[in-house]
T-cell receptor
Framework: NAGVTQTPKFQVLKTGQSMTLQCAQD?????MSWYRQDPGMGLRLIHY???????DQGEVPNGYNVSRSTTEDFPLRLLSAAPSQTSVYFC??????????FGPGTRLTVT | SQQGEEDPQALSIQEGENATMNCSYKTSINNLQWYRQNSGRGLVHLIL?????REKHSGRLRVTLDTSKKSSSLLITASRAADTASYFCATPRISSGSARQLTFGSGTQLTVLP
């Protein structure tokens, strides 16, 4: 199993551009989520999904959209990138237990 | 707002020594988890302790939970250079009805010197 995969690994955007961060998992997990990690800080929850067709907001949802059309995929869309969205983004999934499995992260810089 | 907070922020020890990290949280929880993050990588789950447990072991890891003090500790025994990483405690979000939505502290950066 590949676990949780994220693409791209690195991305540089100009202010105002939009893009989609991809996340996929092959563990048939119902629960998936997106976090951002800023320097010297822990992770903050952006959006989450408890199953296909169901999404909800986390702690810092502004400026981001998500959708969950399949169990496997949970893309994160930046609508109009801002320098404040420069961060490392992690996707995670979880099954029957509370344990979360994290992807390797996408390092995003907005200039 | 952050639910959990680790202490110390940074810890440097010699290989073979024990490392202890602490986590304090604010509200009632039904479980607490510890994760490790190697530099430039994603988080890896280490151990989960439930609110009705006081202590749990996994290999060289020992986790304690004191719900009366709202605190937890992670002990790594006989540390190795490969244990160098950031360690985070995670608890269910305060406003969330689901224990799967986690709040993380800012972490303890552990450096194990060979």
């Amino acid at each position: 199993n590949a676990g949780v995969t994220q693409t791209p690994k690195f991305q540089v955007l100009k202010t105002g551009q939009s893009m989609t961060l991809q996340c996929a998992q092959d563990m048939n997990h119902e629960y998936m989520s997106w976090y951002r990690q800023d320097p010297g800080m822990g992770l903050r929850l952006i959006h989450y999904s408890v199953g296909a067709g169901i999404t909800d907001q986390g702690e810092v949802p502004n400026g981001y959209n998500v959708s969950r059309s399949t169990t496997e995929d949970f893309p994160l869309r930046l609508l109009s990138a801002a320098p404040s969205q420069t961060s490392v983004y992690f996707c995670a999934s979880g099954g029957g237990s509370y344990e979360q499995y994290f992807g390797p992260g996408t390092r995003l810089t907005v200039t | 707002s952050q639910q959990g907070e680790e202490d110390p922020q940074a810890l440097s020890i010699q290989e073979g020594e024990n490392a202890t990290m602490n986590c304090s949280y604010k509200t009632s929880i039904n479980n607490l988890q510890w994760y490790r993050q190697n530099s430039g990588r994603g988080l890896v789950h280490l151990i989960l302790i439930r609110s009705n447990e006081r202590e749990k072991h996994s290999g060289r890891l020992r986790v304690t939970l004191d719900t009366s003090k709202k605190s937890s500790s992670l002990l790594i025994t006989a540390s190795r250079a490969a244990d160098t990483a950031s360690y985070f405690c995670a608890t269910p979000r305060i406003s969330s009805g689901s224990a799967r939505q986690l709040t993380f502290g800012s972490g303890t950066q552990l450096t194990v010197l060979p």
